[in-house]
């Protein structure tokens, strides 16, 4: 059964953060599908650029979501704020982890959104968790004991969360997550054509 990645979209998003991921996962051969976590498909980023989502939240059957899919979370203000209030995601993504699914985030959404997940636990079992995010929103993450790497790094993979730190590391940060589904083969094919 293929992985499908699972893209949400909230007004104010970073519209670098979701599109670049979202085309490098789609040149993969990746099933991807936007989600508006409004009651409109048109979700606007921060920068005034209107997107049409394929499927609206309130539409959509969240537990249609399996354990083999990837859930990410663009960052942008104030979409990640718009992103970590919105209880029926989160409460998926708490269960999507819990199950041993993976979840992706850049930018605020690693501080605002994964720091809803039980990060404590993850760094107790593992003995570390490693994370990035934008500058300023590490202290969500560090009061779990996370371990923020040195935003300059760009993406950080470290069991089943992927972070990056902001929309210089979008592209990175797409070809990640397209090595976690289809392989590093298939992420090193679409990064040459990008002329990576």
């Known amino acids: 059964m293929n992985s499908r990645a699972f893209l949400f979209l909230a007004e104010g998003f970073e519209i670098t953060e979701a599109m670049a991921p979202a085309d490098i996962l789609v040149r993969g051969g990746v099933e991807l599908n936007l989600i508006s976590i409004s009651d409109s498909l048109t979700v ?8 049409n989502a394929e499927c609206t939240l ?25 992103l970590a209030a919105c209880t029926p995601l989160m409460n998926k993504m708490q269960k999507h982890f819990a199950e041993g699914g993976i979840v992706a985030a850049i930018c605020a959404a690693p501080g605002l959104v994964l720091s809803q997940l039980p990060l404590e636990a993850a760094v107790r079992d593992r003995g570390s968790l490693r994370m990035t995010c934008y500058e300023g929103f590490e202290p969500e993450l560090t009061a779990k004991g996370v371990t923020i790497i040195d935003q300059r790094q760009g993406v950080v993979a470290d069991g089943n969360i992927i972070s990056a ?17 289809a392989g590093a083969g298939t992420a090193e094919t679409v990064a040459k054509a990008l002329m990576l």
Do not use: C, W
Not at 61 to 79: C, N, Q, T
């Open 58 to 82: 309130d539409r959509y059957s969240l537990d249609d979501i399996r354990k083999e899919d990837i859930m990410i979370f663009p960052g942008g203000m104030p979409g990640t704020s718009n």
């Open 165 to 181: 730190s902001g929309p210089g590391h979008a592209v990175a940060f797409g070809l990640k997550i397209l090595e976690y589904i």
């Open 44 to 51: 606007t980023s921060a920068q005034r650029i209107s997107v």
